[in-house]
């Protein structure tokens, strides 16, 4: 295992060194960074770009210590370099800017004075264009990514979008149905556009996403900003440049074509692009980028000696009879043990890892307390026929129980918790997880309406078909823009629709939305199967009722349904003629007192389903799922809603059935209208009309199968 | 007041009419910050009252920014010697280069030098340990040779160690740079101080705080124990640097916190390795506390310079060999009388002596370059 180390320690680059060992880990180098170079403060991007790299454990027998920009030494990275603790020896390889031979043995000796052992010193060439100079500056090529749909993938890097003109340009090729359009700027401006373009445009910024991942994402660049001394941009040049993407230089001075003279040169302004590219450019641009992949310079980007010298130190035996690999197929980094050892300082080699089992069809959905994505992606997954694929889970703890009792095996993510210092934290150890279980999949289906980021790196790293169900009806004035900026990692978006059509709303467009019907779980209620099953409640708990009342107010971090729920159990402590069921979740917490009341009884089950639809009378919040089992299941039911800022709009759902005299609806403070309702659903005929209404309606066909079929064809 | 370059007269006529002083130039950046300057200062003393002396200063890109270095300083002002700084040319008899490995970093040598006899005295070791080169040698020295007229140019070693990495540098490129055949040592005229009659387990060491006067931190806890009573490092700035790694036993002065005098009268055991990568050319420190009555255990390639005048050591006994000295305290003063009668050894007396002979046979046998 290699340990990358930044000279200057914390105070160095730590963007430099997260881009550079990405790079070489796309080249199939064993490869993490050093504890002594990462800063106590990092941004949420860096966090996550580092998390899956830091090494917390010093480095042992058969390691080796990559050192770069090691022409910045100072005293104090050279006593944390003494600290290091490593083994006598530990060899190491300096790169940085060494152009004499004074500044070779001045760099040997210092280092060896702080390790114990010479090190191999190497002088970096220079950078593109400018010379930056300090970090080698190689390509990689990545397979090439996912894509929405068949057309080419335009990226423009850095384009001048301060006047109105530009911008318009811009968004006229964003509409244009023979580009799909990416974006690279800068995090301001990448804001700025947001509020103008919305999701028109798909936009990154630099700090978003490494240039191994964004490389393999295009077809054609054209290259707007200036040569840059940035690391970064300099690397994912080089990645485009022999990934065979067609490159032109846009720049105002044509700056790149001076030291890369291959490249074509395109037009600066935005406004002549559309004729640039669709005048010849764009349908030539496989033969193009070929050229640009065949030619000295893409040749010249294979990381020459210095990438070498680092693959010697990597496996100095093997090396030596290995070919260099530079620009070929990436191989996997094999950090998969990362898995079991993220909070364990790195200890287990990495290098040892056993073969596992991949996994093409992995499923993630969201879910705290309650299980409404999970259970509609347990519904699409039961309709892929197990013979043809099995589909993996990775769930929160709350949904295992439920989806391995339908049949799949799930691997676990980490709640939220107060005790995590950062919201995120627990996503950094998801990411970790999800990364590795996904190492080798072809798709991964989504179900949640915040696309976290270890769901969004888990696509687009592992370049992976990114399939997000997601459900609709969201409250108005709520602020997605952020998982809508994500849905760009998506090669297709399900779109579960609502029973009712005025619910649809679309929020982003694009051949890659597919919209199917709702996913339901249908219950096959006959008369006689109703009986049994009431027949057997009776049994279970004692004694006979003529009503049954089934309630599930959901509840847990949306909102608190506790008083309500009290309110319910002591309306039906009176009826001797009806046995409530409270049914929650298994992992939801119940109140004490609720096992209290006369006539009521607790239920924990993942199966709520069936005593829902044997009910006289439901009360129930309006999540998805249960709204449309109440409407297909014909099931009479007083709603609740949850109002919840981050949730569906559960009122809207439930005015579009109240609305159509298929249920009735309370808000959680009018509990004496609701003491009302109850009375006259189970004594005044109230469930009769309302199941009889719901028979009355046409409903859409469910889409299960059809979500199924959509998942498969991307992952087949 | 000696005056600047253009007093010398042409170098030719002063080969044909030889004066009875020699006249010698010292040619250095007076800002190292160790060795080489005390050495210097101390032999502007010396030779001061014995040959007609000029001390020409260069600025070198080693040490830009930095001071000249308080003990040249202040020899200069003692002896009253004005030095001549950058002069465009350095004419005397003999020219004295001190250490060529502050030119590592320069394109060129800023003053030409025009003489009969050029030394070039390598205070710097030229090769490491492992024989790995300890500097840009052939830089520093065609840097020398590209702005010298003279007719003998030598490389003066100033110890049996640096001698023999001075010759296998030599033989490893095949230079014409030809080595003297006598050492041109470090003057260490320190003041002797007696030995005590009760020493016990105080230990310690003086350097300069660069990395490479240390060994590991490991090494460093074994000389450096809990169990001793006592543990001072002056010059210890890297392990102030980095406090989690300082054991608590240790009192650590940064380089230059206080009087060296009054850091050697807390130890009795002055126990001084460096990184096994790095050598003392001469080990002027380990002279120094010799005469500040401690007896000093050092590694023995180091101890070479002082032969019994220091205990050698693979740094493995040290502990064994303060417990027998602690065991038999006369043991301990006769050992370090002993050595204070060997280091005068490297007196002033003697070095004059040496190096005027020294020169005088150059003078017999020039390499006629001129």
Known sequence: MLYCENARGPEGSFDDLAVFVSQLEAAGIEVGIGPHSVPSELSRNAIFDAVARVRLDQPGSGDALLLVKGHELTDRSLTRLRRLGAPANLRTLVLGRFPS??????????????????????????????????????????????????????????????????????????????????????????????????????????????????????????????????????????????????????????????????????????????????????????MIGREIAGSKFAASLDGGETLLAVRRLQAPAEALAAPVATGGTPRRSGRSKVLASEFQGGAEPVTSAPARETHPLVFVPTNGVGLGHAQRTSLIASEIDPKVLTPAFAAFPSCMKMLKSYGFDVMPLVSRSGLHRAEHENDLVNYLRLRGLTRGSKTLVFDGGYVFDSIYRSILENNLNGIWVRRGLWQKGQDNSIALDREKAFSRVIVPSEAFEELNEGY????????????????????????????????????????????????????????????????????????????????????????????????????????????????????????????????????????????????????????????????????????????????????????????????????????????????? | MFATANRTTDTKDRILTAPERLRIAILVDPRFPGGTSSAVAYEIKAMHARADLTVHCIETKMFKGREINPTLRRALDETGLEPVWNAPIVRSDVVVLHNPSCLKFDDRLRSRIHCDRLIVVTHENVLRPDGTEGFDVAHCLRLIADRSICRSRRLLPVSGNNRQGVEEWLRRTGSDWVQAPFDWFNICDFEMIAPTTTPADRR???????????????????????????????????????????????????????????????????????????????????????????????????????????????????????????????????????????????????????????????????????
């Open chain 2, 204 to 370: 310690g060491r003086l350097s300069r705080p660069g990395f490479e006067k240390f060994p590991s931190l490991d090494v460093m806890r074994r000389h450096f124990p809990e169990a001793a009573d006592c543990c001072r490092i002056l010059g210890g700035d890297s392990f102030l640097l980095d406090p989690e790694t300082l054991p608590e036993h240790w009192e650590v002065h940064p380089f230059g916190s206080m009087p060296v005098g009054q850091f050697l009268e807390g130890i009795d055991f002055f126990v001084y390795f460096t990184h096994p990568q790095w050598r003392e050319s001469f080990g002027r420190v380990i002279a120094e506390a010799i005469c500040a009555g401690k007896v000093v255990i050092t590694d023995p390639r180091t101890a070479a310079t002082f032969g019994n005048a220091v205990v050698a050591s693979d740094g493995s006994d040290v502990d064994g060999i303060i417990a027998g000295f602690l065991a038999d305290p006369p043991s301990y003063a006769r050992f370090i009388t002993h050595a204070q009668t060997l280091v005068q050894g490297f007196g002033s007396d003697r070095f004059a002596a040496t190096v005027m002979a020294g020169l005088q046979d150059l003078r017999n046998n020039a390499d006629a370059l001129l």
């Open chain 1, 508 to 716: 982003s467009q694009g051949s890659h939305i597919r919209t199917v019907g709702p996913i339901v779980q249908r219950q096959k209620m006959t008369t006689k199967r109703r009986e049994k099953l009431r027949g057997e409640l009776a049994s279970r708990y004692g004694r006979e009722f003529r009503h049954l009342a089934v309630t599930m107010l959901g509840g847990g971090v949306a909102a608190d349904r506790s008083a309500q729920t009290a309110a319910i159990c002591a309306m039906m402590a009176s009826r001797r003629d009806t046995l409530h069921l409270l049914v929650v979740w298994p992992t939801a917490t119940v109140e004490a007192g609720a096992y209290a009341w006369p006539n009521t009884r607790v239920v924990k089950t993942h199966h709520a389903s069936a005593l829902v639809a044997a009910a006289d009378l439901y009360i129930s919040a309006v999540g998805y799922n249960s709204f449309h089992e109440v409407i297909y299941n014909r099931v009479p039911t007083i709603f609740m809603a949850q109002m919840a800022q981050f949730m569906d709009d559960q009122q809207a759902r439930a005015m579009a059935a109240v609305n159509r005299g298929c249920a009735d609806i309370v808000a959680p403070d009018e509990m004496l209208s609701l003491r009302h309702k109850i009375s006259a659903f189970l004594d005044g005929g109230r469930s009769a009309e309302i199941r009889a209404a719901l028979s009355e309606l046409t409903l859409p066909e469910p889409g299960n199968a059809e979500a199924a079929h959509l998942i498969l064809e991307l992952t087949q």
């Open chain 1, 101 to 286: 031979f004074q500044s070779v043995i001045g760099a040997k000796m210092k280092l060896s004075y702080a390790l114990g052992e010479n090190p191999e010193v190497l002088d970096v060439p220079a950078g593109l264009g400018v010379g930056s100079h300090h970090l080698p500056v190689f390509g990689v090529k990545s397979g090439r990514g996912r894509r929405q749909d068949s057309r080419p993938v335009l990226l423009l890097i850095s384009p001048d979008l301060k006047s109105d003109t530009q911008r318009e340009a811009l968004f006229a090729l964003a509409a244009s149905p023979l580009v799909r359009l990416i974006v690279l700027t800068e995090g301001e401006t990448k804001q700025d556009l947001q509020k103008v373009f919305g999701q028109a445009v798909t936009l990154f910024h630099y700090g978003e996403i490494l240039p191994v991942t964004l490389a393999p994402m295009a077809d054609v660049a054209l290259v707007f900003s200036a040569p840059s001394s940035s690391y970064r941009s300099q690397a994912l040049l080089a990645n485009l440049v022999v990934s065979g993407v067609a490159v032109a230089d846009c720049s105002r001075e044509k700056g790149h074509v001076k030291y890369a003279n291959t490249l074509l040169q395109g037009p600066a302004d935005l406004l002549a692009t559309g004729t640039y590219l669709f005048g010849g450019i764009l349908s030539a641009a496989g």
